[in-house]
C-alpha cells in the first residue's frame, strides 16, 4: 500500500526564499490526506503534480495563517473543477464558520458536501478510521487550540504459510478465520494452533505530524516508535528563549523529541523567515538524531 | 512622476499553466496601490522583486474570493516584517469584517492601523485624493457588489515659459501664482496674460482597471479616454452565451470597451482555465482594438 508524504511548504509564518507555508500532502493507498493548507497550496499542488481531485481528507493543525489561509480557495476551486464527492474537513472550533463566512459573501453554493469535525486540542481523538487508516489527534501547545495529527496503518491481517495449509490439508473456506487468528480443527478433530499455521504480518506504519508546537513531553507517549516523524523545527537552538516565547521547537529539541520517542526517520519543516539557507537547522538536528531530512517542497518521503 | 502597472496576476477563477488569479501592483511615484489580492499575491509580489513595504493602498473589487484570498496573508506578513504606518483598504461591505474574524480567532493583533473604506457599488466617488492623484470606484455589473477603480493622476500646474519671464523682468516671487493661472501686473501697471507667459501641464494620465464586470455601456463614460485600460476578458467570443450567464466579458466586446471609450492602450486579463495559450484571445482582442496587450504574470506596463 502506497503511504507516503509531500511537502507542499516548509515555510513557518510567511513565504520567502521559494518556501511556501505549511502544507503537506499524505498518499494513502492513492487517496490524498491533506495536512494543513497554507496560502498557495493549490498552487503547490498543481507545482508538484498532486491531484487535487484525489483529495478526501483536510487536516487543519490550527487558526494561524499559515496553515490554513489556502483552505477556501482550494475549496472554490474543487467546485470549479466539478467535484462532487463529499469533503471530510478535520479542524478547531470556527474554521467552519470562516469557510461559511467567505462562501456566503461570494454567493458560492459549493457543489459537493464539506463533513466538518471539529478537532479537540485538550484530549487525543480518534477522528478518522477506514479500510487504511486511523488517524489520531495529537494535542500540541502553542497558545492557540492546535492539534497534530497521528496517521496509523491499519494492522494487517496474519499472514498464512502455504506449505503447512497444503501439508495438512487445510481447506481454502478456512483460510479467512486462519488469516484473523483462529485454530484450525480437522475432520478427526485435531487442532492445529493458529501460530503454526500463520505468521504476523508487518508492524503498522505510522506518521506523525506536529506542528505546531513548543517542546512538550506530553505528546512523546502518544507518537512513540513512529515510522517517520514530522516535527517543526522553526528556530536553530541558539533561539531557544525566542522558541519558547513564541511556542515553536529548535531544530536540536526536534531530534531529541525523535530520540525520546524512538522515532525512525524525522523529516523538520516550519522553518523561520531569518534562515536563508537551512544547513545549519539539519546539522544541528543531525548532531542528535542522524536520520533527519529537511521537508523541503516538492520532496517525497516513503513512509517505511 | 513613475506611473506604471505590474500584473501579478492573469487567471480568472483558479490558478493554472503558471498563471495566478487576479492581482496588480500599481506604482505611482514609487508608492505600491495594490489592486486586488488574490490567494498567492504575495508570493508573487517576491517572485517579481514588488517591494511589500510600499504598498500603501489596497484595493479589492469584489468578494469573490480569486480576488481577494491572498489579503489577509498578506496583512499577516506585513505585520510580522514589522509595518508600523498605516494602510488604508478599499473594498466592498463585510471585507473588514472577514479580515476581523481571521486575524480574531488567530489572536494576531496587526502592529498597524487598518484604515478601511467601504465602497458603494452603485454610484461612482472619490475614494481617494492625494498629491499624485485621485482614485474613483467605477460601478460595474458581475451578479455580486463589486466597483472597478480609476486612477487619474492630478492634473500638474501650468510650466513658465522662461524667456518671456525674463523678457519682461518677472520677479521669481510671482511665479508660483503664474503656474496656477494668475495674470502679472507689474510695478509699472501693465498687465501681462497668463497665456503669454505659461504653457497648460500635460493632460492627467489615467488607469482604469475593469475587472469583473459584463459588456455594460454604462461605466463606458466614466471611463473615456484612459491612457491605459484594463479590462477583463475572461472568454473568446464564442463563449458570449457563458460570459453573459457569468457576466464576464469576451476579448472582442473588451476591444469594443477600448475603441468605445476612446483608450489609448487595452491590457486584457482575467482569462479562463479553458485556454492554455492565449494567442486566441489577443488576436480577437486586436482584431478590432490593434493596440491590446496580455496583462501576463510580471509584466509592467507603462501608463503613459
Redesign the interface.
Known amino acids: 500500500m502506497k503511504f507516503e508524504v509531500t511537502i507542499l511548504g516548509s515555510s513557518s509564518?510567511?513565504?520567502?526564499y521559494n518556501r511556501?507555508p505549511t502544507s503537506q500532502a499524505l498518499n494513502i493507498n492513492e487517496r490524498i490526506y491533506l495536512i494543513d493548507c497554507?496560502?498557495?497550496t493549490?498552487?503547490q499542488m498543481?507545482k508538484f503534480d498532486v491531484k487535487a481531485s484525489r483529495i478526501d481528507f483536510i487536516f487543519i493543525s490550527h487558526?494561524?495563517?499559515?496553515h490554513y489561509?489556502?483552505l477556501?480557495?482550494l475549496l472554490?476551486?474543487l467546485h470549479?473543477?466539478g467535484r462532487i464527492k463529499p469533503l471530510k474537513i478535520f479542524g478547531p472550533k470556527?474554521l467552519k464558520?470562516?469557510i461559511d463566512?467567505?462562501l456566503g459573501?461570494?454567493?458560492?453554493e459549493l457543489k459537493y458536501k464539506i463533513e466538518f469535525r471539529e478537532t479537540n486540542h485538550l484530549i487525543p481523538e480518534v477522528i478518522l478510521e477506514n479500510q487504511d487508516i486511523t488517524v489520531e489527534t495529537i494535542p500540541l501547545e502553542h497558545?492557540?487550540a492546535c492539534t497534530g495529527f497521528l496517521f496509523k496503518e491499519k494492522k494487517r491481517l496474519r499472514k498464512l504459510i502455504k506449505e503447512k495449509l497444503e501439508q495438512y490439508n487445510i481447506p481454502v473456506e478456512y483460510y479467512t478465520a486462519l488469516k484473523k487468528g483462529a485454530d484450525y480443527t480437522s475432520p478427526k478433530g485435531e487442532v492445529y494452533k493458529n501460530e503454526s499455521l500463520t505468521f504476523d504480518s508487518a508492524v503498522p506504519k505510522t506518521y506523525a505530524y506536529c506542528s505546531d508546537t513548543c517542546y512538550n513531553e506530553k505528546y512523546f507517549e502518544q507518537i512513540s516508535n513512529s515510522t517517520v516523524l514530522y516535527h517543526e523545527a522553526t528556530f536553530l537552538n541558539n533561539m531557544l528563549e525566542r522558541a519558547i516565547e513564541t511556542q515553536h521547537t529548535t531544530a536540536l529539541q526536534a531530534a531529541e523529541v525523535a530520540v525520546k520517542t524512538n522515532a525512525k526517520k524525522l523529516l523538520i519543516g516550519h522553518f523561520s523567515?531569518r534562515y536563508k539557507t537551512l544547513n545549519e537547522l539539519i546539522d544541528e538536528a543531525r548532531s542528535v538524531f542522524p536520520n533527519t531530512e529537511l521537508a523541503l517542497e516538492g520532496k517525497t518521503f516513503l513512509i517505511e
Chains 1, 2 share one sequence.
Open positions: 509564518a510567511t513565504p520567502i511556501n497554507a496560502e498557495g493549490q498552487q498543481l487558526l494561524h495563517g499559515d489561509l489556502g477556501v480557495g472554490s476551486s470549479l473543477n470556527h464558520e470562516i463566512l467567505q459573501y461570494s454567493e458560492t497558545g492557540i523567515a
